[in-house]
């Protein structure tokens, strides 16, 4: 009777582990997936040199995708400065869990 009980306990704590493991791969590919999102709206708006139509298209992209894209600029002498700040959420469902993360990038255009 022992062994069934300390059987059942171990099936039981391989399982929560394995759970807890699914979660954490998870969070990685959302965040691995944002920061792929990023990287290539930036690389759109930088080869365009941040045009309007450019930046409005990566919100919109950004917006079905499920993440908030805001860029902002700011001017110096010749060159501009812009920011883009991505706005993903992390989800784990069994643990009522969700939090907002950001992922921010300057780059600048002369």
Do not use: H
């Not at 590919?29 to 990023?38: E, H, I, R, S």
């Not at 709206?41 to 309007?52: K, P, T």
């Not at 920011?83 to 002369?110: D, G």
């Amino acid at each position: 009777m022992r062994l069934a009980i300390e059987t059942f306990v171990c099936a039981i704590l391989i399982s929560l582990l394995v759970l807890l493991g699914m979660f954490t791969q998870q969070v990685d590919m959302n965040t691995g997936n944002a920061k792929q999102f990023c990287s290539s709206a930036i690389n759109r708006m930088e080869s365009a040199e941040f045009a309007n139509e450019v930046v409005d298209r990566c919100k919109s992209d950004a917006t079905a995708s499920g993440y908030r894209l805001t860029v902002t600029s700011a001017a110096s002498g010749d060159t501009t400065t812009y920011t883009t700040v991505l706005t993903y959420k992390v989800k784990v469902p069994l643990f009522q869990f969700e939090r907002e993360y950001q992922i921010k990038q300057a780059a600048e255009v002369n």
